[in-house]
């Protein structure tokens, strides 16, 4: 049982350059997350999917996009990468989305630590 | 939007004196959970709150969660080495839809 899996864990990219961030979980949950984290400024929110064929935009969506792709995986696309994207990126899930209750607990990856020249 | 505000943002502190974390938000929570991730690792799970004036407690860690679902606390008594890292309130609201709202967490250094 591996939990949440991230790949990369470590990326360099140039500016203008395109990659996608894989995740993927093996928990059989139904809500996948997309964090950046940077010094000083906690966790931030990309995008969350509560469920299967739905995406939605948190608190930073700008230069992202997400797809979930199926049930276990959640991938997220930086287009065209900007020194300003410089983060570590953390994906996470959880039983269900909602407040309050065990299902609530998220679950996070290892991380992907992404440096943009 | 909901803000969770966290302090301090750092504190340093000689191995067995306590430590005391502060989350507060101006809006009324439904649940608060609490995180902790190692220098370099990955946040994880270690308790949630969600009654009214709950305290719960973890070996040496006390959580709570005020009278007002507004704000909560973690307090570790006599700190170890092993406690060292970034602890992290993150807040579920009502009016919040499927989102948890994180603090920006508070570092904790302990010298031995």
């Known amino acids: 049982n591996a939990g949440v899996t991230q790949t990369p864990k470590f990326q360099v990219l140039k500016t203008g350059q395109s990659m996608t961030l894989q995740c993927a979980q093996d928990m059989n949950h139904n809500s996948m997350y997309w964090y950046r984290q940077d010094p000083g400024m906690g966790l931030r929110l990309i995008y969350y999917?509560?469920?299967?064929?739905?995406?939605d935009k948190g608190e930073v969506p700008n230069g992202y996009n997400v797809s979930r792709l199926n049930k276990r995986e959640f991938s997220l696309r930086l287009e065209s990468a900007a020194p300003s994207q410089t983060s570590v990126y953390f994906c996470?899930?959880?039983?269900?989305?909602?407040?309050?209750?065990?299902?609530?607990?998220?679950?996070f990856g290892a991380g992907t630590r992404l440096s943009v020249l | 939007g909901q803000q969770v505000m966290q302090i301090p943002q750092y504190q340093h502190v000689q191995e067995g004196e306590d430590f005391t974390t502060y989350c507060n938000s101006s809006?009324?929570?439904?649940?608060i959970q609490w995180y902790k991730q190692r220098p370099g690792g990955h946040p994880v799970f270690l308790i949630q709150l969600v009654k009214s004036g709950e305290v719960k407690k973890q070996k040496r860690l006390t959580f709570q969660f005020g009278e007002a679902k507004k704000n909560s606390s973690l307090h570790i008594t006599a700190t170890q080495t092993t406690d060292v890292g970034t602890y992290f309130c993150?807040?579920?609201?009502?009016?919040?839809?499927?989102?948890?709202?994180f603090g920006a967490g508070t570092r904790l250094f302990v010298k031995a």
């Open positions: 809006t009324t929570l439904s649940n």
């Open positions: 996470a899930s959880s039983e269900a989305p909602g407040t309050g209750g065990v299902q609530n607990i998220q679950y």
């Open positions: 999917s509560a469920s299967e064929g739905t995406t």
């Open positions: 993150a807040a579920g609201s009502n009016t919040g839809g499927f989102k948890t709202i």
